[in-house]
Nanobody, 114 residues
């Protein structure tokens, strides 16, 4: 199982980014996919998740600003982020639980400057 995340960068407050996470080695279409983030000095937190059917979950702090979607044909999950705030600055990871094992992508850095 491999997860490859990309799309992070440096943006100003109010800016937008779209993260992508491509998966291989799994039956992607049937798997619940998640996005986590970790800021320096903080614990890793669950940001968003999406079921195989497209149902989504968001932590309260990103509701209305982040949208999680997936393309099963491309085995890719996305995190569209708008109206970014300095507190969104973190290393963002995609994660999947497959066969009882958690697999993490390598992380992509999002930095929001004020």
């Amino acid at each position: 199982v491999q997860l490859q995340a990309c799309g992070g960068g440096l943006v100003q407050v109010g800016g937008s980014l779209r993260l992508s996470c491509s998966a291989s080695g799994i039956n992607f279409g049937s798997i619940y996919m998640t996005w986590y983030r970790q800021a320096p000095g903080n614990q890793r937190e669950l940001v968003a998740g999406i079921s195989s059917g497209g149902s989504t979950y968001y932590v309260d702090s990103v509701k209305g600003r982040f949208t999680c979607s997936r393309d099963n044909a491309k085995k890719t999950v996305y995190l569209q982020m708008i109206d970014l705030k300095p507190e969104d600055t973190a290393l963002y990871y995609c994660k999947v639980r497959y066969g009882g094992v958690d697999y993490w992508g390598q992380g992509t850095q999002v930095t929001v400057s004020s």
